[in-house]
Nanobody
C-alpha cells in the first residue's frame, strides 16, 4: 500500500499549482483520500478530502473557492488543484488515506512555497 505525492514547488502569490497523489495497493474506489498540510511552527491542517466511492468532497474554510480536489480512477491518482495561492498556503502537503481514523496511511510530503 503506497501513496506518493508530487507537484509541489515555488510559485508567486496568485499563482497555481496542481498536486498529485499516486496510489497503489488498495481498492481505489473504496476509500477516502485527503490532503493535509503542515507549515513550520503550525499545527497540521486538513485541507481537503474526497470520497472515491461517490466523488463528494470537503474543504477547509481557508481554501474553499481556491482549491479543488479530484480523482482519476484509471490513473489511481488524486489531484489537488490550487489556485490563487497565498503566502499562507506555504507548507508541506501530504496525501493521506483514509481522511480520518486511527489507521491512516501517509505519503511523503511535497513542499509548496508561495512567495509574496
Amino acid at each position: 500500500v503506497q501513496l506518493q505525492a508530487s507537484g509541489g514547488g515555488l510559485v508567486q502569490a496568485g499563482g497555481s499549482l496542481t498536486l498529485a497523489c499516486a496510489t497503489s495497493g488498495f481498492a481505489f474506489d473504496a476509500v477516502t483520500i485527503g490532503w493535509f498540510r503542515q507549515a513550520p511552527g503550525k499545527e497540521r491542517e486538513g485541507v481537503s478530502c474526497i470520497s472515491l466511492s461517490d466523488g463528494s468532497a470537503t474543504y477547509a474554510d481557508s481554501v474553499k473557492g481556491r482549491f479543488t480536489i479530484s480523482s482519476v480512477k484509471t490513473k489511481r491518482t488524486v489531484y489537488l488543484q490550487m489556485n490563487s495561492l497565498k503566502p499562507e498556503d506555504t507548507a508541506v502537503y501530504f496525501c493521506v488515506a483514509p481522511c480520518t481514523g486511527h489507521e491512516q496511511l501517509w505519503g511523503q510530503g511535497t513542499q509548496v512555497t508561495v512567495s509574496s
